[in-house]
């Protein structure tokens, strides 16, 4: 069992930034794909970011260019780097490990 846990997340005014951090257990991490998902209210959840244990990413259209995506082997984690964040980027964001284990979330709420 992988476990995973999201922080970061929080109130941020229009065209500011933040960053999430997504830690997962196990020791198969360095392989894990990693991924980055959001749900904002009466949506479905979609895909933010993706990240392969080789270093790939991916992103959704609506946040290339201002988001990145990156992992630190050694500390189990990876991150999301949200820069000029819009209204619509509010969400629960959610971090996926291995394709399989979900964290709990992370509110984002970009508003003035």
């Known amino acids: 069992q992988v476990q995973v846990v999201e922080s970061g997340g929080g109130l941020v005014q229009p065209g500011g930034s933040l960053r999430l951090s997504c830690a997962a257990s196990?020791?198969?991490?360095?392989?894990?794909?990693m991924a980055w998902y959001r749900q904002a209210p009466e949506k479905q959840r979609e895909l933010v970011a993706s990240?392969?244990?080789?270093?790939?990413?991916n992103y959704a259209d609506s946040v290339k260019g201002r988001f990145t995506i990156s992992r630190d082997n050694a500390k189990n984690t990876v991150y999301l780097q949200m820069n000029s964040l819009k209204p619509e980027d509010t969400a629960v964001y959610y971090c996926?490990?291995?394709?399989?284990?979900w964290g709990q979330g992370t509110q984002v709420t970009v508003s003035s």
């Open positions: 196990g020791s198969g991490f360095s392989i894990y794909r």
């Open positions: 996926k490990a291995n394709y399989v284990y």
């Open positions: 990240i392969t244990g080789g270093s790939s990413t």
